[in-house]
């Protein structure tokens, strides 16, 4: 399912600086009630965002818990984000709650393709910026806002502007709202072509 194309966004920073963020903590499998996309959202941190197993009563301590902050679209977090399982429900249910962008000085690299699939950008930046960036955004109270610019691949806030890299062919995926099968589809001249070709090939092969 294509998403919505992603050019330039300023929105509320989350920061949650953990390092080794791993796909059950995104959502633990007991949240995954079914194969669909939607209906995840609740389910996203929920073993810290709740005071109980399978509850719903908000931990007040969780960062989207706190006022400003659950509303925010730019999660700010450490290394090595999105590590353990391949499952893709950890990208829904982040994009489900409303994420467009994650910072982070690196991802797991199944986890960000994920990403970029389900219209969620996976900015690298250096681990002190990371850093830097996360204590600027919890001093604001939820209040500060960051902005993340894919057409000139670079982030930036108060505190400063930072380039960041993305490989081309996830940069037009995400600048597109393009999925897997879109990005397959514009290629279906040269597809129809290589057919073709291939046709010949093989009726010549009989002779």
């Known amino acids: 399912m294509s998403s919505a194309p992603f050019r330039h966004l300023t929105a509320i920073g989350v920061p949650l600086l953990r390092d080794n963020v791993d796909t059950d903590a995104i959502i633990p499998s007991r949240e995954m009630k079914s194969v669909s996309k939607h209906g995840l959202s609740d389910g996203l941190f929920a073993g810290w965002r709740y005071t109980e197993v399978g509850g719903r009563t908000p931990d007040g301590g969780f960062i989207l818990n706190q006022a400003g902050f659950a509303v925010g679209q730019i999660l700010v977090s450490g290394a090595n984000f999105g590590c353990g399982s391949s499952r893709e429900h950890a990208a829904w249910a982040l994009a489900e709650y409303g994420f467009r962008a994650i910072l982070a000085s690196s991802f797991n690299p ?23 960036l996360a204590a600027f955004l919890l001093e604001g109270g939820g209040t500060r ?63």
């Open 145 to 207: 806002e960051v902005t993340v610019d894919l057409e000139n691949n670079c982030v930036s806030c108060a505190l400063g502007e930072w380039r960041f890299a993305l490989e081309e062919e996830s940069r037009q995926m995400l600048l597109e709202g393009l999925d897997a099968i879109d990005l397959t589809l514009r290629a279906q001249d040269r597809i129809a072509a290589f057919r073709d070709h291939d046709r010949v090939r093989r009726a010549w092969a009989y002779l």
């Open 110 to 132: 199944i986890f960000r393709g994920n990403c970029v699939r389900n219209g969620i950008v996976p900015v690298e930046l250096p681990q002190d910026v990371v850093a830097g």
